[in-house]
């Protein structure tokens, strides 16, 4: 672990010490995924041929669980670092390296090169963030209205998924206020601790390290295709699929193929001071017939929020400040098979928004468990939180 601390403290400094006054490179194209990758502040501050930034997210947390009060506790949830490079006008290089809850867990989320043919078909290979789902992409913490994510974005997606491999996208004008979004790669895909993780059925435990190789040689398949048109609608649908399991082993057959599929779909609409954003997803995991009634072979969920603008420029040394109040609704089933193993979450908040690129955030969570006997938990969360980009 202090090799891999002392490998990105020094490939950090190297890129810093490494900028020149070659004048940042921006192209007349629209971001791909509104508040994805390529739509962060730190790309068009007019600096070097490399921009280097990122986000920072802190917060506290109350909890109550059957009433009683579990803890308060002060978290450094999330420093994350940007690097961007325009190596040429049409070549790019894209990072991310990310620090969660302290040092706990240090990872490299994103590290992509694109080479960019046409606004209709582009090429891009590393470790790249999976388009399953629309918050998969863009999932930055100044972005989330609320200071959790939604429940079926990391226990059914699960967000951040980030997976080897390559692949091609890109955008089509069928209709001059019509946009046609795609992307669309071959992945190492998910693996075994799906099932091995000691969780039961676990998508989220089957998360591929950024480093590991593919556990059985099979690509999965991972794609999104979305519609904007002009009127401040966004629709996309999106799935993922492949063999997930270990089943040969030095050109020897060990285990039958067993696949997971998992199908999302997505909407955002904005109308005046109102936001509406939702997502559902299913997902099917093939299950060896010794484990079937025990573990679960489907399962779902989804979430929908509103927001309501309700004053602008609220604070006079900033001008862009908003005021905004909100609801999101989660609801996740770990195992479609049976009336238990769900899960209902409601979130009620408001947030002032100092800058586009700065949040605080005060939201009140309750939560409805179900274990797979039907016994029901409640618990209750109280949190305030800040996030900003730099």
């Known amino acids: 672990m202090k090799q891999t601390h002392h490998f990105f403290a020094t490939a950090f400094l190297i890129l810093i010490l490494s900028q020149t006054a070659l004048g940042q490179d921006t192209t007349a194209r629209p971001p791909l995924v509104k508040g994805g990758i390529y739509d962060r502040p730190y790309i068009f501050r007019p600096s070097s041929r490399i921009a280097i930034g990122g986000y920072?997210?802190?917060?506290?947390?109350?909890?109550y669980e059957q009433g009683v009060h579990e803890n308060i506790s002060f978290e450094a949830r999330r420093f994350n670092i940007f690097i961007f490079s325009?190596?040429?006008?049409?070549?790019?290089?894209?990072?991310?390296?990310e620090f969660e809850h302290g040092t706990e867990e240090?990872?490299?989320?994103?590290?992509?090169?694109?080479?960019?043919?046409?606004?209709?078909?582009n090429l891009r290979g590393g470790i790249l963030?999976?388009?399953?789902?629309?918050?998969n992409l863009a999932h930055d913490s100044p972005r989330n209205e609320f200071t959790d994510r939604p429940l079926v974005s990391t226990r059914i997606i699960p967000a951040t998924l980030s997976e080897a491999g390559f692949?091609?996208?890109?955008?089509?004008?069928?209709?001059?206020?019509?946009?046609?979004?795609?992307?669309?790669?071959?992945?190492n895909g998910l693996n075994d601790d799906i099932l091995l993780g000691g969780d039961g059925t676990s998508i989220p435990n089957g998360r591929p390290k950024a480093f590991d190789e593919d556990n059985n040689g099979s690509p999965a398949f991972v794609g999104r295709v979305a519609w904007l048109p002009e009127f401040g609608l966004e629709f996309g649908i999106s799935v993922h699929t492949g063999v997930y399991n270990t089943f040969k082993k030095e050109g020897l057959v060990i285990d039958e193929k067993r696949?997971?599929?998992?199908?999302?779909?997505?909407?955002?609409?904005?109308?005046?001071?109102?936001?509406?954003?939702?997502?559902?997803?299913?997902?099917?995991?093939?299950?060896?017939?010794s484990l079937v009634?025990?573990?679960a072979e489907a399962q779902q969920g989804f979430y929908g929020q509103a927001l309501y603008t309700l004053l602008h420029g609220v604070l006079p040394m900033f001008p862009q400040s908003r005021l905004a109040i909100g609801a999101r609704y989660d609801y996740i089933d770990l195992d479609t098979a049976i009336n238990g193993d769900d899960t209902h979450r409601l979130t009620v908040?408001?947030?002032?928004?100092?800058?586009?690129d700065t949040v605080i955030k005060l939201d009140y969570q309750h939560n409805w468990m179900f274990d797979r006997l039907q016994n029901k938990t409640r618990s209750a969360v109280i949190q305030f939180g800040v996030a900003t980009y730099f």
């Open 56 to 63: 920072a997210e802190t917060m506290i947390r109350s909890e």
């Open 86 to 97: 325009s190596i040429s006008p049409y070549i790019k290089l894209t990072s991310e390296l």
């Open 106 to 121: 240090i990872k490299l989320e994103t590290a992509l090169i694109d080479i960019q043919f046409y606004e209709e078909l």
């Open 129 to 135: 963030l999976s388009p399953l789902g629309k918050f």
């Open 167 to 187: 692949g091609l996208y890109g955008s089509f004008y069928p209709h001059p206020e019509h946009r046609l979004t795609y992307e669309t790669y071959l992945v």
């Open 259 to 289: 696949s997971l599929t998992i199908m999302a779909v997505d909407g955002e609409y904005q109308i005046g001071d109102f936001a509406f954003v939702g997502e559902y997803a299913r997902a099917r995991i093939g299950i060896p017939p």
């Open 293 to 295: 009634g025990l573990f």
């Open 349 to 356: 908040g408001a947030n002032l928004r100092l800058v586009p």
